[in-house]
């Protein structure tokens, strides 16, 4: 009789290519998990892409989920909150937060009801963070973010004052769990649904309405 692995040990088992965070049983993808990676180059580049994601996070026993910017530079995420905010509080403590980012492209439109799906683009990481206080970091940190947006235009706009700094709690994020899923291309059909006289393809999840 064949060795039986369960889900998590079958990840593990996979391509090491794809493990450079390897799962743990809250980080492995259950559902499609045909589509799901556990590369930290995947992830990477879906938060650079996108800069927005949504932190979760627990305030007194209750969850939170907060949308909010964040960049990357190497291998630590970054974003800013004001001055003694309950985020910078949470963080400082201790406590883990939980980000999720997600692109929607496309809407997969099958023959069939339940075949209908989207292709997208989404990651989840596990993270615990810091704040930066040295100003060498932070002014280098805010001008990554701001020339990864438009080259070179760090040079032309003001710098934060001492005010904004006061102000500013720039927070240090670092990541080693997490998992990537994505999906691309046609619906998925059934054979005897394939004469059905309905149109069926990929439609973008925005299209441009002419008035």
């Known amino acids: 009789m064949p060795h039986q692995v369960n889900g998590l040990e079958s990840a593990k088992a996979g391509e090491q290519a794809s493990l450079d965070m390897p799962p743990t049983e809250r980080s492995l ?6 589509n799901a990676t ?24 209750k969850p939170v989920v907060v949308p909010m910017t964040f960049w990357r530079v190497d291998s630590a995420l970054y974003f800013h909150v004001g001055n003694k905010s309950r985020l910078q509080k949470l963080l400082e403590a201790g406590q883990e937060v939980c980000i999720s980012f997600a692109e929607s492209k496309e809407w997969v439109m099958s023959k069939s009801a339940y075949h209908h799906s989207t ?16 100003e060498a970091e932070f002014d280098a940190a805010f001008a990554a973010f701001i020339e990864q947006i438009e080259e070179g235009r760090w040079e032309q706009v003001r710098p934060p004052n001492e005010v904004e700094r006061k102000a500013t709690a720039l927070m240090k994020l670092r990541f080693d769990e997490g998992s990537f899923k994505s999906r691309t291309g046609g619906p998925n ?5 394939m004469d059905l006289p309905i149109w069926n393809g990929t439609m973008p999840v925005c299209p441009v309405h002419l008035d």
Do not use: Q
Request: aromatic share 8%; glycine share 8%; with cysteine.
């Open 29 to 34: 993808v259950r559902h499609g998990r045909e």
């Open 38 to 61: 556990y590369s930290r180059d995947d992830v990477n580049r879906l938060i650079d892409d996108l800069k927005l994601g949504h932190m979760a996070f627990v305030v007194d026993g």
């Open 119 to 134: 292709n997208y683009r989404s990651a989840v990481i596990y993270c615990t963070g810091e704040r930066i206080s040295d």
């Open 189 to 193: 059909e059934e054979p005897e649904d």
